[in-house]
């Protein structure tokens, strides 16, 4: 009686046990399914962007006049960016995949400079000219490649999933056809590389981050010691690591680690190798109450940079968060305010110690200037601005346009709305070089 | 009848409060915020000159009330709340301090205009969806407690609004603290500003899609998108860490990629030039 009883649990329990593993099946098939018609569709999606480019680039060629001209080019900035992004949903980032996208984010923003530039009074130069036709022929090879690819998925029955986890796993991915074909794809458009886009061309690299202006000698671990000791005020019994850079980095510097054994707290700062100049300094640690105001942070600032031969400089931008006073510093000169010459602070509101600093900006930009002399008067300027805007506040100005060149601006602070807007008028030639919109406070959403 | 006489006994309440406090002595400065803002910003608005929302924070609007008010009222104008400032502001208006808090703590969408009856100025939130808020919030307090005993309560300044790194918002802030947390949350502090600043030096990279979701949900980017741990509840310090990052500090020295070198097993990775190892992680261009 006993044993049936048993058998009969038991076998209800398998039965149970199976329907379960079963329906556990069906629901990974699923969710496997739609993982893969995504990769799917942003796959062939790729493909017939890639050919639209293709197509509208040779278009571009064949014209002539600004009217059709410029929405071409639009055109092709559009799909540019489409490609770019959809590349961007793949799981290629295992595979080095990146020339195909930088190639995709240059013909990108070749196209918008050239399709927003009034092409009437400044028309394609031949330079430019021979620059498209060369996109033309490279969008040709990677359409051709890729429809390969295409093919051949189509034809075996390929999944994107096996490539997944022929990648995760390191499986012999040189056998895997999709892998194939995408760095066929890489290794052409990489002979590519080396192109001239024309000399209105920069690249999309939208900070390249060398400290060439910095001078001196090189520095030893030792000193790099030194430097952070008295930079920091640090009292002696702190336990210091210091560890060169490798090879990948730009430009060498040393990384300390202070670690205090009476407040537990730790310090972190990267020193430049030439020159021994404090790149960065972290201080991590609890800020729980506010003892000081954000003002007086702004003047313990001050007073440090100016301690540390950081001189001319001025407050930007002061922020708070929760406890922890956020400050970006920049020098002015003849009252000429140098944004690229920033650096950046964070002061606590407990004690209102440093806790952060940042010269990363400054160190790569800073050098000897002679500011030029202004060719339009303020007043020419402000008939640049549109008119609906309130001008509160305005001076002069060296920025980066958007073109990476430093341009001597008028800068003026004004309103619209309820929102304020910062606009940069070129001195020289009264271009609107660059608006933005300031950020406001953004309210908590979901409190009450 | 008995309902002007509740009025009457709260504006009298009120008066009594708003000659009790005044600011403190902090000279007040933009990107501040706490409770001399909210009374700042409030005896703007009393006087007509701040028409935005009470809600705490020192931005470019209040900064702009305060400039014309310092220009009507014959000070010099530095758009700094300081001692005379202030002075001359307490003088010329009044501030119905609990009014103004017990809104703000409320929700409720108000104003603190002079000449008008407080409680024509009160748009109450309606109870539902409040009771709806309260419901979601102690579930979340619940989750929160459940996952990390050990997080300690930071002690945030009462606000209705907050300050962000110039394009970004809350939501950014958030998702990136999930990958970072889900991505080195064994790691030393400084090594997760590091890992939150390569996901910024992506998005600036011509290589990889210029959104913070774009770079983060790159399918096989990050491994814990990939297996779900981005989906934990992040703790305090990696909100911080992508602050650091967000405010413009970058440990990797440029680095666009990292990997733990006991786990990784792709040997393309092993070919990129290498920056610098923080905690178990190399940085790599």
Known sequence: MLRILLIAVLSIGIAGTAYWGYREHQQKNAILIHAENNYQRAFHDLTYQIDLLHDQIGTTLAMNSRQSLSPALAEVWRLASEAHATVGQLPLSLLPFNKTEEFLSNIGSFSYRAAIRDLDKQPLNSEEYKTLQQLYKKSADIQQELRNVQHLVLENNLRWMDVELALATNNRPNDNTIIDGFKTVEKNVQSYNETDFGPSFTNVEKRTKGFEHISGKKITKEEAKQIAKTFLGLEGNEEIQVVHSGEGASDAFYSVTIKNPKTKSETYMDITEKGGYPIWVIENRPVNKQNISLNDATIRGLRFLKQHKFNNFELYESTQYDHVAVLTFVTAQNGVRIYPESIKMKIALDDGNIIGFSARDYLSSKRERTIPKPAISIEQARKKMNPNVTIMEERKAIIMNNVNQEVLCYEFLGTLGDDTYRIFINAQNGIEEKVEKLQNPEPIYGEI | ?285
């Open chain 2, 1 to 285: 009848m008995r309902k002007w006489f509740i009025c009457l006994f709260l504006i009298f309440s009120f008066s009594y409060t708003s000659q009790a406090h005044a600011f403190s002595k902090q000279v007040i400065q933009r990107g501040a915020v706490g409770d001399d803002v909210i009374e700042l910003q409030a005896r703007l608005q009393y006087l007509g000159f701040y028409r935005g929302k009470i809600d705490g924070v020192f931005g470019w609007r209040t900064y702009w009330a305060l400039r014309n008010f310092q220009y009507k009222f014959k000070l010099p104008v530095d758009g700094l709340a300081g001692e005379t400032t202030k002075q001359k502001l307490v003088r010329a208006s009044k501030y119905y301090k609990s009014f103004v808090h017990s809104n703000l703590r409320k929700g409720n969408t108000f104003t603190h205009y002079g000449g008008i009856p407080l409680s024509k100025q009160v748009k109450v939130r309606q109870t539902k969806a409040k009771n709806q808020a309260t419901a979601t919030r102690t579930t979340n307090k619940q989750a929160n407690k459940t996952a990390s005993p050990q997080q300690t309560a930071v002690k945030r300044v009462k606000t209705a609004a907050v300050n962000v790194p110039n394009g970004f918002s809350q939501n950014d802030i958030q998702l990136m603290a999930n990958a970072v947390h889900g991505e080195a949350r064994g790691e030393p502090y400084i090594g997760q500003v590091a890992v939150a600043a390569v996901i910024l030096n992506r998005i600036n990279s011509p290589s990889f899609p210029n959104t913070v979701a774009g770079v983060i949900f790159e399918p096989g980017a990050f491994t814990a998108v990939a297996d779900g741990q981005i989906w934990l509840t992040p703790n305090e310090t990696s909100r911080k860490a992508v602050l650091d990052a967000l405010n413009g500090w970058d440990p990797s020295s440029g680095a666009l990629y990292y990997f733990n070198p006991n786990t990784a097993t792709n040997g393309w990775i092993w070919s990129r030039p290498q920056i610098k190892q923080i905690g178990k992680h190399i940085f790599c261009k």
